[in-house]
């Protein structure tokens, strides 16, 4: 009976994350906290240094320009989508090692949901959905598509894939952990209906005119929101998957009871 108490620490434990002696959630938190705090501060940087010119160098504007592929926004919102592919790998690592006749098929459909995520970090650091795009409309044609050519080639298959992240999340987690990876999901959903309309011809002439704006403008900030809306839900995605990484599975479920 001695021991009794050192076992519960150690159960107790199990469902807490070590750092800092923080509790998964506070730690999940904090972090959304900062990443969202990082996002608003892009988007600032890019209102003042490249809208407004606050620093007139091209080089600086260019940097905090959040439309470009070479910008500080493109590459936080690639290490943001790589970090969820890692955490998701690291879940599928421990499901694995739990040794349960059904773990090494839920460990092979987590990792394919932790591959949805590196490729999307792969894409969005290279470019690779622009090049192949245009080079397919440059080569083949896209038929009187009304927008970008990379929609045709990429968005069926990764729909497909980003369902099947769904539905195996929704399987997997607790409701309130599935809720933050649908509305992440969303977010993608809404950040391509976004670039579809950017894609088209004149989209915004009418109403450029009637508010006698710069015809850059419109342009320039659906382009900051496309791009705020999905890492916003990269973040949701984020805070879902290190929960149900950090938080056991037990705890997880005796959470989630009423």
Do not use: K
């Not at 421990?94 to 773990?103: D, F, I």
């Not at 970008?148 to 309130?176: C, D, H, K, N």
């Not at 809404?190 to 579809?196: C, Q, R």
């Amino acid at each position: 009976m001695a021991s009794t108490p050192s076992v519960s620490r150690r159960e107790d434990s199990a469902a807490s994350f070590g750092l800092w002696g923080l509790e998964p959630e506070t730690f999940a938190r904090i972090l959304v906290t900062g990443l969202i705090a990082a996002e608003l501060t892009l988007v600032w940087l890019d209102v003042a240094v490249t809208y407004y010119e606050a620093i007139a160098h091209p080089a600086v504007q260019d940097l905090c320009n959040m439309v470009i592929e070479d910008s500080l926004s493109n590459w936080f919102s690639s290490v943001q989508a790589l970090l969820v592919g890692l955490v998701v790998f690291l879940l599928s690592a421990r499901v694995g090692a739990e040794g349960a006749p059904s773990s090494r098929a839920r460990a092979r459909a987590w990792a394919w949901v932790a591959a949805f995520f590196v490729f999307l970090a792969l894409d969005d650091g290279t470019g690779l959905h622009e090049a192949i795009g245009t080079w397919f409309e440059d080569t083949r044609g896209i038929g009187g598509f009304p927008s970008y050519a990379w929609q045709i080639l990429f968005v069926p298959p990764l729909g497909a894939w980003g369902l099947f992240v769904l539905l195996w999340s929704r399987r997997e987690m607790t409701r309130r952990g599935w809720l933050q990876v649908l509305l992440g999901v969303v977010c993608f959903v809404a950040a391509v209906g976004i670039d579809f309309v950017e894609g088209m011809e004149t989209p915004y002439d009418a109403i450029t005119r009637r508010l006698l704006l710069h015809e850059d403008t419109i342009p320039h900030f659906s382009g900051v929101l496309e791009e705020f809306v999905e890492m916003f839900g990269t973040t949701l995605l984020l805070r879902a998957y290190l929960e149900t990484l950090l938080v056991p599975r037990t705890g997880r479920e005796q959470a989630a009871s009423p």
